[in-house]
């Protein structure tokens, strides 16, 4: 570096995230998941960042069976 001149400073910032009530996110995750942009093994994966998507398949498949779905 020869002077400030040749110095760049780059900042990025997250987008904000406002609350959202729970009817707001589940109406956007079935509009989602209607249009086959998203899968519930997606939901449940950004919701807990250390499942897999067979571990998500896995835990929709014991939910369906226990609401006899």
């Known amino acids: 570096i020869k002077t400030w001149q040749d110095v760049r400073m780059i ?27 998203k899968t519930w093994q997606d939901y449940l994966m950004q919701e807990n960042h250390s499942l897999t998507f067979e571990q ?6 014991k939910n369906r069976e226990r609401n006899g779905g």
């Open 11 to 37: 900042s990025e910032f997250p987008e904000p995230q406002f609350p959202v009530s729970f009817t707001e996110i589940k109406e956007e995750w079935e509009w989602k998941v209607s249009k086959h942009l």
């Open 56 to 61: 998500a398949t896995e835990i929709l498949a």
